[in-house]
């Protein structure tokens, strides 16, 4: 089954189409990383903007690239929520669009199952139950992945998003939009004992996590700095920042291996990239004996080949939306049926 899918929700316009969930024909992305950089974040109505210019040349591309011709394509799919709201409206309007002309059906996809769904491609052996701790700039969360479409969270940040806190960070460090990827690569020079940064345990879920404490506290940091002149060692609090994240996360994962007995754990999500967690996950499964599944940076970041990867199941499981599917900005990943 091929699958052309479509995703908008944030500043990646991709258009990508996936073989029964697994195998990538093609994964086109147009980045607009550059344009929003001057502003420090994404700007929604630029978003908007552009993922229309690019949108159907993208989908041209996708099938000029495989060679496949529109009969070829035998269900579209689209990643529906959560996002900037007016970003994924594009998405969504054009796979909408797309289904009725070709007569296909339609395939709401969750942008977090799509996510986790890297992993999919990236192992094509890989199959539920398995674990997985999901860090991206919107979301960070430990969900047992029961099946394909079946899933039970274990624990959710109450506060900020993981991304959204390396990206706070590395904004006032006066690093370049998106922060995270530029702190991890100064934090490898840095000694991560530099600063003392606060490991919160909020609530009484064990499996819950608080970053705006460390995000505070790593801000207070910096700006008291400036206030009294002191010279800061920069890798040394990128690495001390990075460690405090990581310290956050990694001992969730291990205590839901050992309650849950499950021994596939996988990491999804944009600062599912991050080099420390990526290693501090490593060596700790390692202890307990489990199996660490990573997807590639490169799937790691907005694609849509997640999407297309994820919609397969979905279809699957009779999740097929009509002409009345609209675009939410928030929605939970255990979403109700369409
Ligand atoms: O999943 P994603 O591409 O978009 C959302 O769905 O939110 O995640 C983007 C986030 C941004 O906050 C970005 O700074 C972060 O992922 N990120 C990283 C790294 N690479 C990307 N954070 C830490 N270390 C990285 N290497
Ligand atoms: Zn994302």
């Known amino acids: 089954m091929n699958i052309l899918a479509v995703e908008s929700s944030c500043d990646e316009t991709a258009v990508a ?47 000029q690239q495989t060679g496949l011709a529109r009969k070829d394509i035998d269900a579209i799919a689209v ?3 959560p996002g900037l709201i007016g970003a994924v409206l594009v998405g969504v309007n054009f796979a909408k669009a797309a289904a009725l ?77 998106p922060g995270g990827a530029a702190l991890d690569k100064t934090a490898k020079n840095g000694d991560d004992t530099r600063y003392p940064l606060p490991r919160s345990k909020p609530g009484a879920n064990p499996y819950d996590m608080s970053f705006s404490g460390l995000k505070t506290a790593a801000l207070n940091l910096i700006h008291h700095a400036e206030q009294v002149g002191e ?21 969730r ?21 991050n080099s420390r967690i990526r290693a501090d996950l490593l060596a700790a499964m390692e202890k307990l004996g489990a199996t660490v599944y990573m997807p590639p940076l490169s799937l790691c970041g907005d694609n849509a080949a997640m999407i297309g990867a994820q919609a397969y199941y979905e279809y699957q499981s009779g999740n097929v939306a009509d002409m009345h599917l609209n675009a939410y900005a ?9």
């Open 101 to 177: 002309a070709l007569d296909k059906p339609l395939i709401p996809v969750h942008h977090i199952r799509g996510h986790i769904a890297a992993n999919y491609i990236a192992y094509p052996d890989l199959k539920p139950p398995f674990l997985c701790l999901v860090v991206s700039g919107g979301h960070t969360m430990i969900a047992e992945i029961t099946d394909y479409t079946q899933m039970r969270i274990l624990g959710t940040t109450l506060d900020d998003a993981a991304g959204e806190c390396f990206d706070k960070v590395a904004r006032v460090l006066g690093m370049p939009y």
């Open 330 to 338: 928030t929605k939970s990943i255990l979403g109700e049926q369409i």
């Open 231 to 251: 010279m800061l060692d920069i890798p040394g609090l990128c690495a001390s920042f990075s460690a405090a994240v990581s310290d956050t996360l990694v001992p």
């Open 17 to 63: 189409i996936v073989r029964d969930g697994r195998e990538v024909l093609c994964d086109c992305i147009a980045s607009q990383v550059e344009l929003h950089r001057i502003y420090g974040g994404v700007v929604p109505e630029i978003a908007s903007r552009k993922h229309i210019e690019a949108i159907y040349a993208l989908a041209d591309q996708a099938l």
């Open 79 to 81: 990643t529906y929520a």
């Open 253 to 273: 994962v291990v205590r839901a291996v050992e309650e849950t007995g499950l021994k596939n754990v996988a990491i999804a999500g944009g600062v599912a990239a």
